[in-house]
């Protein structure tokens, strides 16, 4: 089981979002076969075994195994991850396009950059798995409390300037084999708990800040 994937499929985000099949998304991260998933939704055996057929038809859950009780042979389902994410390629048509607009101090546009993160990440960690190959990648979060709003400004200013420095050393523009990387880096103030609603139940992640797309 992995501890996240990236929905890309219109049919499958729309599968996921239904409340009774991510209720057994959320359950089924320990298998489990109709009949106990049953007792614990409340939902007759042959209605949880529909939602199992969908969700299992678009890739969301996969067989774990069998097990024989009396004259039954049951089926154990698995979640393939932990925690899902929606990828604005769900919603291709409508989906961000920072390129639109340019404003380093939008929430919007930060929201609509944060989007194509997902959505590359997705398409690479896709391309990846079918190529088997390792995806390499790398990110940075972590928290910063800044004393007054001049000092955010100031940290943002030097932040420009360190990155662009890097930046300026480290492009090759014509070098042989080379390989562009997106950089993004976001600062945005933090989420209190109660405000972003439930809480993964692995490795949560508290308030984004940097991040380095490859």
Known sequence: MLDVTVIEDPAA????LD?????LLAELV?????????????????????????LERHGL?????????????ERLMRATAASYVISPLALAEVQPDPARFRDQFSARWLLAVAARLVRDAGA???????????????????????????????????????????????HSESAEGGREHRLVIAVHPAVKAEAAGPRPTREPTEAPSTAVEK
């Open 13 to 16: 985000a729309e599968i996921s």
């Open 61 to 73: 859950i996969e067989l774990f195994g069998e097990r024989r009780k009396g004259s039954v042979t």
């Open 19 to 23: 409340p009774i099949r991510a209720r």
């Open 124 to 170: 690479l960690i896709t391309g990846a798995a079918k190529s088997r190959k390792r995806l390499a990648t790398f990110a940075l979060d972590g928290e910063v409390r800044f004393a007054s709003a001049a000092d955010r400004a100031a940290f943002v200013e030097e932040l420009t300037r360190g990155v662009s420095a890097l930046v300026g050393k480290y």
């Open 30 to 54: 320990e298998p489990a076969s109709a009949a106990m998933l049953a007792a614990k939704v409340g939902l007759a055996r042959q209605k949880v075994n529909y939602h199992l057929k969908a």
